[in-house]
């Protein structure tokens, strides 16, 4: 594999031959994770990664602009048909790049944020201090309800209220439930500010019409390709066509350079196949399996953020069931046996954020795989002995041969 990168490079074909087997070989449950199909990968490997295509399909600054125009407007045409949005720049790099661009658009800086605390499930590129956000914009969270885990929308319409933002953002990197659009939007209109909804997450759940869509309520929708939509890797944005002039040329040149077409070219990819009849049964693999691994963790007796999910993944709060024992710890001895999962935040979090109380567990890679609700019950069960004997070597090594195991049943890129 990567037999031209190895006569120039065997140190860098070593690594990506390493990557394509630490993929197959392990159990990727980090919930923002997914593997894309050969035909992505093509598409992102191809010679649009030479091109210049600054501008627009048809209103580009340079020539030869013919192939990069075709793909653009295919990966624009698809997304459109699978959100249902009036108007789609697919050029942003990544999901913070596409946030980027709406607050370039709309926003001055010093003007107000309120968004949901990166403790309680927000993003960095929600108003961070250590991010753009945080440091250019006037920034108030809002948060769970501790005891339920569920977004308090009555507080955040109290909020907006109070410290009239100029933008609310709603939209998560672990929250496991279903996020009521309608809601966040009626926060946002008491305020009279926009509603920025960042489904960088769900992407794939909405186009499935699994989880509710935001595009028609908020005023943006923003998303990453590459999470549970298995496009190429990067970031799009939704308007209507009111808001379309002004988004367009906030993406470039007013925050990038130059699309990376070869990425774009992976996005139209991997919408299409998203397109297909099967994705909606993914999608809802993805949820089932997801509420099949919450139900073998409650039986277990570990605490579940919000006590379940709606969604992709499951925050597991360990404070409850093992005390001593932390999500940074707990992720560790998890790696050591093939299973790839997270450290998170909890609501209310009591460690630090570097070393947190919870773990997060996806299934959007899982069911690429083909796991169906046995299979990941039977990977739950891994994640809970690990938990319960994370420093026994034996019970690791036994659930380590079980993984392998498993991934044998489920193989990845077969013929790679
Ligand atoms: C993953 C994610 C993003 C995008 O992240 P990038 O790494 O910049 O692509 C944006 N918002 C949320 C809520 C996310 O979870």
Sequence with gaps: ???????????????????????????????????????????????????????YPGERYYAGCEFADEVEQLAIERAKELWGAEHVNVQPH????????????????????????????????????????????EVQQYEVNPETGYLDYEGLHEMAEEFEPDVVVSGFSAYPREVEFDRVQAAADAAGAYHLADIAHITGLVAAAEHQSPVGTADFVTGSTHKTIRAGRGG??????????????????????????????????GFEEALQPDFEAYAAQVVDNAKAMAEVFRDHGLSLVSDGTDTHLVLVDLRDSHPDLSGGTAEEAMEGTGLVLNANTVPDESRSPFD??????????????????????????????VLDDHDRQPVLDEVSEQVDALCADYPLYEGL
């Design 356 to 385: 947190p109380s919870g773990i997060r567990v996806g299934t959007p890679a899982l069911t690429t795989r083909g796991m169906e609700e046995k299979a990941v019950s039977e990977v739950a069960h891994l994640i809970c002995r």
């Design 94 to 137: 990544s999901g913070t790049q596409a946030n980027m661009g709406v607050y370039l658009a709309f926003l001055d800086p010093g003007d107000r944020i309120l968004s949901l605390d990166l403790n309680h499930g927000g993003h960095l590129s929600h108003g961070h201090p250590a991010n753009f956000t945080g440091q250019t914009y």
């Design 236 to 269: 799009i944005i939704m308007t209507d066509g009111e808001h379309a002039d002004d988004i367009d040329p906030a993406v470039f040149p007013g925050g990038q350079g130059g699309p990376l077409m070869h990425n774009i070219a992976g996005k139209a990819v």
């Design 1 to 55: 594999m990567y037999d031209r990168v190895r006569e120039t490079d065997p140190a860098v074909a070593d690594a990506l031959a390493g990557e394509v087997d630490r993929q197959r070989e392990t159990l990727a449950m980090i919930a923002s994770e997914n593997h894309v199909s050969p035909a992505v990968l093509e598409a992102q490997g191809s010679a649009l990664t030479n091109k210049y295509a600054e501008g």
